[in-house]
């Protein structure tokens, strides 16, 4: 019979200490970039978005991508549909409301609420702009006081309030 020595491979032998701290660094790199987006993220994701009085009363915004959330003027809307540009203004909702209905509605009727112009461009006019919507902007206030808006979103808190019909039934209503 042949007799067969059995010899460890030299691949498996014991990284050397060096190579041990090079994975470590790296582990400890990636653990850390980790954890910076997720704080990063999170401080970033803590407010959706700035009020009007916020963006006007620090000059710091100026300039930066933002998103911005104010009631929209049904008064001041203009669309140029040739150029597929849509201009309006919106004004501060306070917090202390509860009902957004309730909060967009006095917006308007305070005079002396803070007003930002809004333009956007190369958009076609949702169905959803009308007078006391909700607009959330994501864009830049440039230096000429306009904010210009690349993301439109629009809330209509009376086109999902529910009212009761004749029969009783709760119905949605319509709008045009």
Known sequence: MTESNWEKPKNLEKPKRSERVKFLTAGLIILAAILYLLVSGTLQGARYF???ADLLGDAAYAGQTLRISGAVDGETIDYDS???VIQFE???IP???QDLATALRDALQDEGAPRLKIVVKDAAM???LQHEAQAI?????????VFYATELLLKCPSRFEESTGPEG?????EHQ
């Open 50 to 52: 700035i009020t009007v």
């Open 126 to 128: 949702p169905d959803l």
């Open 95 to 97: 917090s202390a409301y």
């Open 137 to 145: 902007l994501t864009g830049v206030l440039a230096a000429d006081g």
């Open 169 to 173: 039934l709760s119905q949605i209503p």
């Open 90 to 92: 919106i004004v501060h």
């Open 82 to 84: 040739e150029n597929a």
